[in-house]
């Protein structure tokens, strides 16, 4: 069975190649962080090397050593990806690398059907290494297959696209992932629907929330921060944008994070305050939603848009940051009981 949810589109086209023998050379999974991107690539090198008639089974010896990373003829290359971990400088995915990987994917398999590599974070090969991996693409080995994965495929090689399969996963409706929480994790249906609308529409955030406090923890500092930005001055938000626009991944999370809040707080102007994702925070997206008028929640949703969209370009972050927070409408303290 396969360990991927939702995504009918991409699992009917492989499943249909894997029983028609007509498998692509290479395939490029598309989408954003925490979408399901390896799950769906580990998934699919089970399902082609399997030993059983249903693949992929999870049971059989292939599968196991394939999920625990011990499989020979399965082999990982690892950028970093944009947004899901931190962004460092060295992350990029060198010629060497792909040398070593052209060197064996010319060797036979050496115990499954097919050889699979699988490039995470495509879009961190570098220009040479990616001019490098078009040769063998172009010219690919049989019984090998290429897996790359992307959540920015702007920065892709369109070459290099234009050599694969493309499989653009979908974010899954929120019932979708509240459903997976409740059956496989066993979360009471208020936690769930709770994780289920903060992971919009990618089931790995949640799983990661479920067995990582610090994901939410994490989540209820940028949340809050952002309240107490509201009120204060402009100079205590150019020191936070400074520290935050030093590290792209938790600029890019306190982003997200605030987006959703502003999305509830336009929700509550509209009168649909059952659709609020962060439930937990409701009484104070209520009054915010008293004190802001909708242009001002109109406009810096907008803000927050362009500044992720910024982000995925590498522009430069603590510029983003300071603009973001000076577009932030700014509210007057309140008074607080003597
Ligand atoms: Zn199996």
Redesign the pocket.
């Known amino acids: 069975m396969w360990q991927t949810i939702g995504q009918q589109r991409a699992l009917s086209l492989l499943e249909h190649g894997i029983k028609n023998n007509g498998l692509a050379h290479a395939y490029l999974i598309i989408g954003p962080p925490h979408i399901g991107k390896m799950t769906l690539a580990i998934d699919f090198a ?2 082609i ?4 008639s249903q ?10 050593k394939i999920a625990g990373g011990k499989h020979a003829d399965v082999r990982v290359i690892e950028g970093t990806e944009d947004g899901s971990a931190e962004a460092k400088t060295g992350s990029q995915i060198s010629i060497d690398e792909i040398k070593a990987l052209q060197h064996s994917a010319n060797l036979p398999p050496y115990e499954g059907k097919y050889k699979i590599f699988i490039i995470n974070g495509a879009e961190n090969l570098s220009h040479e290494a990616a001019n490098c991996l078009l040769k063998t693409l172009e010219e690919p080995p049989p019984h090998v297959i290429f897996v790359l994965l992307t959540s920015n495929e702007s920065l892709v090689l369109p070459t290099i696209i234009s050599r694969c399969q493309r499989l653009e996963l979908k974010p899954l409706a929120s019932e979708e992932i509240s459903r997976m929480l409740t059956t496989s994790y066993k979360l009471d249906g208020q936690k769930a629907r709770l994780l289920a609308g903060l992971a919009q529409g990618c089931p790995g955030w949640a799983i990661n929330a479920v067995s990582d406090n610090t994901v939410l923890a994490q989540r209820a500092q940028f949340v809050e921060e952002m309240f107490f930005l509201l009120e204060t001055t402009w100079g205590e938000r150019l020191t936070y944008a400074a520290k935050l626009g030093s590290n792209k991944a938790s600029a890019e999370q306190a982003l997200r994070n605030w987006l959703s809040c502003w999305r509830d707080i336009m929700l509550i102007k509209n009168s649909c305050k059952e659709a609020v994702v962060n439930s937990d925070y409701l009484e104070t997206l209520q009054d915010l939603s008293q004190r802001l008028n909708i242009a001002e929640v109109r406009t810096f949703i907008q803000s927050i848009e362009r500044s992720l969209a910024y982000i995925a370009t590498n522009a430069n972050l603590r510029l983003i940051m300071e603009v973001t927070l000076l577009n932030m409408p700014r509210l007057k303290e309140r008074a607080r009981a003597p």
């Open positions: 089970q399902a090397n399997c030993q059983y693949p992929p089974c999870k049971e059989c010896q292939t599968c196991k």
